[in-house]
């Protein structure tokens, strides 16, 4: 018996997260968004972004300018520099008085960087190096710069206006005659023109440099702006209404929103005739001047999925930048993070471990532990007892919450997280990975002493290994009477006597690394490492893959609910940096169905196979297998997605193929292929080095 999908049957990505769009910019033709989850980039305008973040140690970017091949990212723990496209950031901030970054722009040579509530900060040496130029700046909450020729305009939020410097930021000047709004959000220069957005004030223009201003807020409905941008003789005003567009140097303003679904409006860049807007629900683009918006977010959040979770109708994932939500099995996601960050902006975000018991929610962020009782809305820390322990698994049983750690063993908690205690009497291993329990025996599966069991809460443990022959034990499930372990590069064991002794279950097993496990009814379902989704009908006797579809082969967490099973995934450490993909995917319960057994030497599924050797030199072989006639493409990209050769375009018959490819004209590197068949499509590393 063998597990076969329906037609068109396959892993489907659940919808991007939509994110807070704070900063956009373009270099060749190459767009960069700043947000809240870091920096990610376009490079075939919008239809797809990647996650540029390696070196990026705070990932709350408010601000990106460019300075010919130099990228700049103002962050909430400083400014980075990427001169690699976005590839890899190196933090400048020597200097700079405090890590907030509000804004940035560039003059020349010269980097000016305002900073939350220390005024503006100067470089002249590409951000090696950083000094306060604040003399006359009487209001140091500066949020906004215009620059026109050697003078330079700095916006204030907290009521001080605008303000002028025409020596480089040596001395300000407070320049608000007819600004009856002082709280401005942004600036623009258009000529001799200079725009000022401010809040719930709407528009004011000065002629004169700054000489004095005029309100210009006829047809401006909404007239708290956030942000400007000037294309020839069109203006364009970001308020938190939508956009407005102005072709009379601001006499009058139109609402130009047609498709624009989110009307949080916080930056502007321009693409040849293209405009983006970045949103509180990702970016937009216009080709026609704004007079209908597209959304342009497709695989805007590509980030490390650590765990799932699953209450009535929520579905919660724990990742690299914090607990998201979806309400509608995984449709539309969106951030539920409030309270997890107890300094704004710091990179404790990843969360390891997700559960949920009745009404609450609980999750593990690097050494500490949060309770939500209000599904996800606001996080509260419970971590009295807790010395520093990364919690990896929950797991509870009456009362009691056990959570397995890193370095910590177990820890217990008896009144609903307010206190956690040690009970560890016996561990051998204090490392734990995942915990499940049974009736009420607790199992704890261990780096590398195996299984541990506890029938007394906690209170003692004994190692149960008889059998077990690898015990790097990376993930543990219960169905029925039966008890699975999944290893490191040893497969899955199975007991079915609490443990007493195991079984090696790994036939069709073509991944021996076991992150994760999920059961329903009869059917258990495995995620690997690297090796994607198994499922097996017979209580682990065999194996079959099912992976149509499926875009990441690292399943690191697996959930049932609504009839459908969602896969938590990662890419590899270097393609997630660089433009991995990572998410959460799922698929139809229903579509996986039982029928008879094919000829063994004839293809059940469409395979796409590692290339031999890898890493090569210079020449590699990719091995696939379809199993209908199919037009079939086979792609190799960069790591910037640019199209670097093309193996195969044409129309196959079902069987087994060989391709070989020879790179002898490319640089040493990170190479992608990439194999579409129909609705199928995969993608693959292989390692170039010279």
Not at 341 to 368: C, E, K, M, Q, Y
Not at 421 to 438: E, H, P, Q
Not at 526 to 541: D, E, H, K, P, Q
Request: hydrophobic residues 40%.
């Amino acid at each position: 018996m063998t597990i076969a999908p329906t037609n068109n049957a396959q892993w489907l990505r659940s919808n991007g997260i939509d994110v807070n769009i704070n900063a956009l910019t373009v270099i060749d033709s190459n767009i960069f968004a700043g947000t809240a989850q870091g920096v990610f980039l376009s490079t075939n305008n919008g239809s797809s972004w990647y996650a540029m973040n390696n070196g990026l140690t705070n990932t709350y970017v408010s601000a990106l300018v460019v300075n010919g091949s130099s990228i700049f990212a103002g962050t909430f723990n400083g400014i980075f520099l990427s001169t690699n496209n976005g590839i890899s950031w190196t933090a400048l901030n020597n200097g700079l008085a405090n890590p907030i970054i509000r804004s940035l722009a560039i003059s020349n040579n010269n980097i000016f960087a305002a900073i939350a509530n220390k005024g503006v900060f100067l470089s002249t040496n590409n951000g090696s190096s950083w000094t306060a130029i604040n003399n006359g700046l009487t209001n140091a909450s500066v949020t906004s710069f215009a620059i026109s020729n050697n003078e330079i305009f700095a916006g204030c939020s907290n009521g001080s206006g605008v303000f002028l410097s025409t020596n480089n930021g040596s001395s300000w000047t407070a320049i608000n005659n007819g600004l009856t709004n002082t709280t401005v959000m942004s600036l623009a220069v258009n000529g001799g023109n200079i725009f000022a957005g401010t809040l719930s004030g709407g528009m004011f223009l000065s002629a004169n440099n700054g000489s004095s201003w005029t309100a210009i807020n006829n047809g401006l409905t909404n007239t708290t702006v956030m942000s400007l941008a000037v294309s020839g003789g069109n203006i364009f005003v970001g308020t938190t209404g939508g956009v407005f567009l102005s072709t009379n140097n601001g006499s009058s303003w139109t609402a130009i929103n047609n498709g624009l679904t989110n009307t949080m409006v916080h930056s502007f860049t321009f693409n040849g005739n293209n405009i983006f807007v970045g949103t509180n629900g990702g970016v937009f683009l216009s080709t026609n001047n704004g007079n209908s918006w597209v959304d342009a977010n497709s695989i805007l959040t590509s980030i490390y999925i650590y765990s799932l979770a699953v209450s009535n109708n929520n579905i919660y994932a724990g990742t690299e930048e914090g607990v998201f939500r979806s309400t509608d099995n995984g449709s539309n996601w969106n951030i539920a993070s409030t309270g997890l960050f107890h300094t704004p902006g710091l990179l404790d975000t990843s969360v390891n471990a997700l559960n949920i018991n009745g009404g609450n929610i609980f999750a593990g962020i690097h050494n500490r532990i949060f309770l939500s009782t209000n599904n996800g809305s606001i996080w509260t820390e419970v971590n009295s007892g807790l010395t520093n322990s990364s919690v990896m698994e929950f797991a509870f049983y009456n009362n009691n919450i056990f959570a397995g750690a890193k370095g910590e063993g177990v820890i217990l908690s008896t009144d609903n997280g307010s206190n956690w205690t040690k009970v560890n009497s016996g561990l051998t291993d204090l490392n734990i990975r995942a915990i499940t329990i049974k009736e009420n025996n607790v199992f704890a599966g261990s780096s590398i002493g195996g299984v541990f069991l506890s029938t007394n809460n906690g209170s003692s443990w004994t190692a149960i290994n008889n059998g077990l022959s690898n015990t790097s034990v990376k993930s543990l499930a219960v169905n029925g009477g039966n008890i699975f372990a999944g290893t490191f590069g040893g497969g899955i064991f199975l007991s079915t006597n609490d443990g007493s002794s195991w079984t090696p279950v790994s036939s069709g097993l073509t991944n021996k690394t076991v992150l994760s496990f999920a059961v329903n009814g009869g059917n258990i379902f495995a995620g690997t490492s690297g090796g994607g989704v198994f499922l097996s009908t017979n209580n682990g006797s065999s194996w079959t893959a099912i992976n149509q579809g499926l875009g990441d082969t690292i399943v690191v967490s697996l959930i049932i609910n609504g009839g459908y099973i969602f896969a938590g995934t990662a890419p590899d450490y270097i393609a997630s940096k660089n433009g991995g993909i990572g998410g959460v995917w799922k698929r139809p319960l229903s579509q996986i169905t039982s029928v008879t057994q094919p000829p063994s030497n004839f293809p059940i599924n469409i395979i796409l196979n590692q290339n031999y050797p890898n890493p090569f030199n210079p020449s590699t072989t990719i091995s696939f297998s379809i199993q209908s006639k199919s037009f079939v493409t086979l792609k190799i990209f960069d790591v910037i997605g640019r199209d670097v050769a093309t193996l195969v375009s044409e129309e196959l018959p079902a069987g087994n193929q060989l391709r070989q490819w020879n790179a002898e004209k490319l640089s040493s590197g990170i190479y992608f292929y990439r194999l579409q068949a129909g609705t199928f499509v995969e993608t693959k590393k292989l390692v170039l080095l010279k």
